[in-house]
Nanobody
């Protein structure tokens, strides 16, 4: 079992920055990938970014060039640096991890981009 805890959400003005953090505990040696999703009311959860054990990073087109994922899967840590934030980035952001056929989720952290 793996437990994920996010932190770092909040309210920011358009054009501002936020950094989200996620810490995993438990069987972190089983993890292959860690990443981030986001969800707004009435919509499906949307994939944002992922980082693999080998350090490969992939981003959704909507955040490419503005968001940067980093971390160390072996240590169970993943971060999301979000720059040039837009109102449409407002969502609950969820940390995600995958390993041995099992997907894990954090409880989510709210990010609100508004003036």
């Amino acid at each position: 079992q793996v437990q994920l805890v996010e932190s770092g959400g909040g309210l920011v003005q358009p054009g501002g920055s936020l950094r989200l953090s996620c810490a995993a505990s438990g069987s972190i040696s089983s993890l292959n990938t860690m990443g981030w999703y986001r969800q707004t009311p009435g919509k499906q959860r949307e994939w944002v970014a992922v980082i693999t054990n080998g350090g490969s990073r992939t981003y959704a087109d909507s955040v490419k060039g503005r968001f940067t994922i980093s971390g160390d899967n072996a240590k169970g840590t993943v971060y999301l640096q979000m720059n040039s934030l837009k109102p449409e980035d407002t969502a609950v952001y969820y940390c995600n991890a995958y390993g041995f056929g099992t997907t894990y989720w954090g409880q989510g952290t709210q990010v609100t981009v508004s003036s």
